[in-house]
Each structure stands twice: as C-alpha cells, then as structure tokens.
C-alpha cells in the first residue's frame, strides 16, 4: 500500500516538473552538498516542519534584504577528506589539512554571525547554534603548516634539525660546484656555466666533446646529444648525504602528519556535524537567494484553510520570461472540494492547474513561489496528478484505459489530505459517457474529501459543478487582440 501511494506521488511530481524548478535554484548554492540537498527537497505532511522552514526561509530573506549576507568564505565540501580520515590508518596530506582549516575559518564566521541573531532572528540562531568552530585543531594546523599546505620546518624539533642539515649540506654541495664551474670556465668544457638538477642530483652541463674532462656520473644526455649532464664526482659523497638526510626529513613530515591526522580524527564527528550544518546553511542560503532575486514571497499554510492564491504565476514560466507570464488568482472556502475550470484550448487551463500543484509542492518543500505574500495553501499530504496524454503503446494501452486506470489508483488511495489534479477529465472517449464517468470520479473524491481541480470541455460536469454543494466552476476566456 505504500510503494503505491509513493509511486503515485512521483508519477504527480514528474508530471509537475518539480525537478526543473529545484534546478533553477542549485546555481545559487556554492557546494555540491547544498546542491544535492536542493534536489532532493521533498514537500512535508508536517506542519510543524513545513511552517519552521518558511519561517526559517523568511528570516534568512530578511537579512538579504537588509544587505546582511552570512558569510561564505571557506565554505566548502568536507565529505571526501571526513570519509578518507575515518579510514583507519589514513594520512591527509597538506592540502587537504589546508581545507579543514579553510573550512573550520568559515564555521567560526558563521558561528560568530548567527550568534548575534538570537533575539532578531531566533530560529536562524537555533539552526545553526551546531557550528562549533574549532579552535585547537585550527591552531594544530596553523602551527604544523604553513599557508601552502606545506609542513613548517618548526613542526617538531627533529625536523628543524634535519632541515638545518639539510640546508647546511645543500650549501656545501652548491660552493663545491660553484667552484668548479669557475674553473673549468674558458676551457670550453661547459654548454652553460650554471648547474642544473636531474633527480635531486646537482650536474653540470658538459659539451659532449669534453665528458671526460669532467669525471663524475652522467644523469641525462640533451635530445640533441650534444649536452652530457654529469654530476662530479667530488660531490657524489656529500650528495649522497644530503639525499639520506632528505630521506630522514621525509619520514619526519610523513610522521608529522600522521600525528596530525590521529589529532583531527579526534575531532571527526564534531567536523562532520559541522559539515552537515554547513549543508543545510548551504542549501538555505542558496533558496532565499533564489527567492530574493526573483521577488518570491512565502505562503501561508495550515490545516483546514481556504486556497488563496492571489497573483500566482507558473514558476518555470515565470524564471523564463517574467514580463511575459500571466497571473492567475483561485480562491476556494475551506469547504470547497471541487473546481471545474472550463475555457478555450490553449487558454491556460493545464498551466493553471499544473501551478497551483507546483506552489502547493514549493511551499510544503519549505520554498517561497512566485505570488503575491497574502496568498494562502491548505497543508496536503498527498498529491495525485493525470495530466497529458497517458497512453502506453508498448503495453497495449489506449489513453482512454490509461486514463481509467489511473484514475482508479487515484479514487482508492485519495483522501482528505490530497490534492488531485485532473487534466482534461471524461475526455478521450464519448462525450456523453466521459460526462458521466466525470461526474462520478468527483463526486467520490468530493465525499473523501479530497481537494479536487479539473480541467474539462464537458458541459454536463460544468452544469453539475454549478449544482453541487462543495463544488465551484472557474472559466479562462482569451483577451481579444
């Protein structure tokens, strides 16, 4: 029974396009989190959650409005590195070391910025009260790394020791060649008179002609063959030292991080609390943004209201081309449970009823729409939508059976938590017969209370919708030109 009613939702939300309209906003999100979030909004049956999140939503849109942006900076995605430093025995690298404490710069702004919303805007407060910034392992970073994500040769006193030797040894190394380049120099021994390097080994670029002038090991020979690049043998051994000592310095910064990355495995559930915040703050963000640039307003919802939708336009029609969309208002008394709407072909008829299915998933999803601020949506738990044509050729089955066959699904599960949108009812067979057919499906899902729109040509449904107690006629007409 349920896997029923879920797969009837989906099949209304796909004929709703509510996927198009949470992608129009995931440009306004700055991380693939948020992102993810974004599409994955679902309209909730609470109404304890569905007027938490408008509110949260209107206190976050205020702030825009008041040019009160929270901060982003360093706001980025830490599922990866928290995935790799839950893995026993992992070592982060610099880099990644280098996004923690970007990341962990952010969570202390937006801590520090949402602490002094508690009495302006208290639920924004107590949404983000989780962000905790941090700061031991912060400075545990800042202390071993330096802003390149390289490790700090004061990291541990055997580091800086090494390091000291290394630069000591390296020194020597470079005076040695030096001193031979100057000799040999005006002896048309070298191609260049510097010193190069081929794998850590220092080498100097003999002519071919005179490799042997130079005793020493030759690492690389030009493309040309015309280069041979020897390094001495006077500094083979000291060289040879220096690459130990390198060695010995690696190990050294390979335990370093390691004891750096046992230190922020510690940390790991308060970054990934933090990190599950900052995606909610994300995804927030990104929708009053949304709502702000395109002039959104949030509904009121509640149990047992009327439908006021006042000025209310199709939102992908209205991100398309706002100047060049056309406003619809329906209002309904909370008793009313059928509207009829009749009117041309290409009237507007399907685009009225697809809105208002739209704005009802937009504003259960916690998301503003595009209508005027007094507008008004009773809470639905479930949406029911036949929109188009719903013939299947490849199991044999005409529109009219399809149609029929939905509409049995649809009369079974709905109730009055539903909203069911119906394009076109009794259409697609005998006029007469789809009439009467028509007039019953409403009738039944008027006496399970269900909250029932349909589009229609019939007369006989406009005539009953005129006499029926709970039920409404609403007609387009075209403009003339």
């Not at 000025?311 to 706002?322: E, G, I, K, T």
């Not at 509207?339 to 739209?358: E, Q």
């Not at 066959?405 to 079974?412: F, S």
Request: aromatic share 6%; glycine share 6%.
């Amino acid at each position: 029974m349920i896997r029923r009613i879920k797969a009837i939702f989906r099949s209304a939300e796909q004929q709703l396009e509510f996927d198009r309209v949470k992608a129009a906003g995931l440009e306004y999100a700055l991380t693939s989190s948020g992102r993810a979030l974004f599409l994955s909004l679902q309209p909730s049956a609470s109404l304890e959650h569905v007027t938490g999140r408008l509110e949260l939503l209107r206190q976050m849109i205020i702030l825009l409005d008041r040019g009160e942006d929270p901060p982003t900076e360093g706001l980025c995605d830490l599922h990866t590195v928290l995935d790799r430093l839950a893995l026993p025995g992992c070592c982060l690298d610099g880099p990644e070391f280098l996004l923690i404490a970007s990341f962990l710069r952010f969570v202390r702004s937006a801590h520090a910025f949402f602490s002094r919303l508690a009495e302006r805007a208290p639920l924004l407060h107590r949404a983000f009260a989780s962000f905790a910034p941090l700061p031991d392992l912060m400075k545990m970073i800042s202390d071993i790394l330096d802003e390149e994500g390289n490790v700090r040769d004061d990291a541990s006193p055997e580091l800086k020791k090494l390091s000291a030797d290394a630069a000591r040894i390296e020194k020597r190394v470079q005076s040695q060649i030096s001193t031979l380049i100057r000799r040999l120099e005006g002896q048309n021994v070298l191609q260049e008179g510097f010193s190069t390097l081929r794998g850590e080994r220092f080498v100097v670029p003999v002519r071919s002609g005179a490799r042997s002038r130079v005793p020493g090991i030759v690492h690389d020979v030009s493309s040309s063959g015309e280069t041979f690049f020897i390094e001495p043998m006077s500094v083979v051994e000291e060289t040879n030292e220096l690459a130990a000592c390198r060695l010995r310095r690696r190990d050294e910064i390979r335990r370093i991080l390691f004891s750096l990355t046992d230190e922020a495995r510690s940390y790991h559930d308060h970054l990934l609390v933090n990190s599950e915040t900052a995606a909610q703050f994300d995804l927030l963000r990104a929708m009053a943004r949304f709502s702000f640039r395109n002039n959104f307003s949030i509904p009121s919802v509640g149990e047992g209201l009327g439908l006021d939708l006042l000025r209310a336009h199709h939102p992908l029609l209205f991100l398309q081309d706002a100047s060049s969309s056309v406003p619809i208002s329906i209002r309904l008394r909370s008793e009313d449970r059928v509207l009829v709407v009749s009117g041309p072909n290409a009237g507007g008829k399907t685009t009225a009823l697809k809105t208002l299915g739209l704005l009802s998933l937009m504003a259960q999803s916690g998301m503003a729409i595009p209508a005027w601020t007094d507008s008004r949506l009773p809470l639905f738990k479930t949406w029911f939508a036949d929109i188009g044509d719903a013939q299947d050729i490849t199991e044999g089955v005409s529109t009219f059976s399809a149609h029929i066959r939905n509409m049995a699904r649809i009369l079974e599960q709905a109730d009055s938590g539903s909203l069911v949108l119906l394009d076109e009812l009794g259409t697609a067979t005998d006029p007469a017969e789809g009439g009467c057919l028509a007039v019953s499906c409403l009738e039944r899902l008027a006496a399970r209370g269900a909250l029932t729109i349909a589009t229609s040509h019939l007369s006989p449904l406009k005539a009953w919708a005129h006499e029926f107690p709970g039920a409404r006629n609403a007609s387009f007409r075209l403009d003339d030109v």
